[in-house]
């Protein structure tokens, strides 16, 4: 199975997340970038007293880091 589905439907599918989470265990896993790749783009573009919402985060470290350095 490829991590990325065949389908946009697939993303809906309960089955799609059981073999995604269960092939990546409980390895990380950023869609867009983690947060060395992406902490220059939110330090421009935010500000410490924003709220940001990581939504679908599902087993991400993204949130976690951000909130690290006081987001």
Not at 31 to 37: A, D, K, L
Not at 60 to 71: A, D, W
């Amino acid at each position: 199975m490829s991590l990325l589905p065949q389908l946009y439907s697939e993303f809906s599918e309960a089955e799609y997340w059981e073999k995604f989470f269960h092939k990546r265990g409980a390895k990380e896993f950023e869609w867009y970038g983690n947060y060395e790749e992406l902490i220059d783009i939110l330090h421009k573009y935010t500000k410490k007293q924003d709220t940001i919402l990581h939504a679908g985060c599902g087993n991400s470290r993204l949130g976690v880091e951000l909130q690290k350095i006081g987001y």
